[in-house]
């Protein structure tokens, strides 16, 4: 299966941007599948006095699914589409949160030298040309004990979540693509996520790629199996302290 990668998806989303909150407005779950996975961060005190980064940001919905589960902490939001961050900008947001264009390649290369105590990726890592290096980049910049939640379409591995991903594609998914004329767009969503690692898979992947800790939560209704929520830390600050 041919898949957009980099500058190609990135022009793709460009193009998506306008009609994409309309789209996933209307996908039964979608907001509140993504503040449910913020949340399950558990950042202490609203995220006072912490750090965090929203990592693939697209048009806002995941920078505002953090900013409900912690209130109070300063978020840096980042994405590869710049029709993408237009539209997230065009929305209100307190100070405390900023956006940057940046791909997850460039995370950990990215000017300023602070560690973020948490990182939330939603739709992400299945659209990367290497999952590998971007985890490697997450676990640079996040600060020892600093906790990881990635929010992705990644199949259970049963053959009946695999055959619903399919009739959603063909029956939804790909023909609102095609009202809108982003079909390609919509049809690798349909392809990333056949190809991109089963839900074992990838808490396996992130395991080695140094991640503790590693959990795998189904998301509730529709899209149970086809959407997980992966819950990970970076080591535990007692453990680092005593190996530095």
């Not at 299966?1 to 998806?9: A, G, P, Q, S, V």
């Not at 939001?77 to 264009?101: N, T």
């Not at 053959?159 to 594609?169: D, I, S």
Request: glycine fraction near 8%; charged fraction near 20%; include cysteine.
């Amino acid at each position: 299966m041919t898949l957009l990668r980099d500058h190609d998806l990135a022009r793709a989303f460009d193009h998506a941007s306008h009609t994409y909150d309309r789209l996933t407005a209307v996908n039964p779950g979608y907001r509140a599948d993504l503040l449910r996975s913020a949340r399950r961060l558990r950042l202490p005190h609203g995220g006072a006095g912490l750090h965090l980064l929203d990592l693939g940001c697209g048009t806002g919905a995941s920078t505002r699914a953090l900013l409900k589960a912690a209130p109070h902490a300063r978020i840096t939001a980042v994405d590869a589409s710049e029709g993408m961050l237009e539209r997230a900008l065009a929305k209100r947001w307190p100070g405390d949160v900023r956006f940057l264009h940046l791909t997850a390649e460039e995370l950990a290369t990215a000017a300023g030298d602070e560690p973020y105590d948490a990182v939330f990726a939603a739709y992400l890592l299945r659209n990367v040309s290497d999952p590998d290096r971007v985890l490697a980049a997450v676990r640079a910049r996040l600060c020892p004990g600093g906790r990881l939640a990635v929010h992705e379409y990644s199949l259970s591995g049963a053959l009946g979540h695999r055959a619903l991903w399919n009739a959603v594609c063909r029956g939804v998914i790909i023909p609102a693509g095609a009202l809108t004329g982003d079909r390609d767009l919509y049809r690798h969503l349909w392809r990333s996520v056949l190809t991109f690692d089963t839900a074992p898979v990838f808490a396996s992947r992130l395991a080695r790629a140094g991640f503790d800790n590693v959990r795998t939560i189904p998301v509730a209704g529709w899209q149970t199996g086809i959407v997980h929520t992966f819950l990970a830390q970076n080591g535990s600050p007692s453990a680092q302290a005593a190996a530095s």
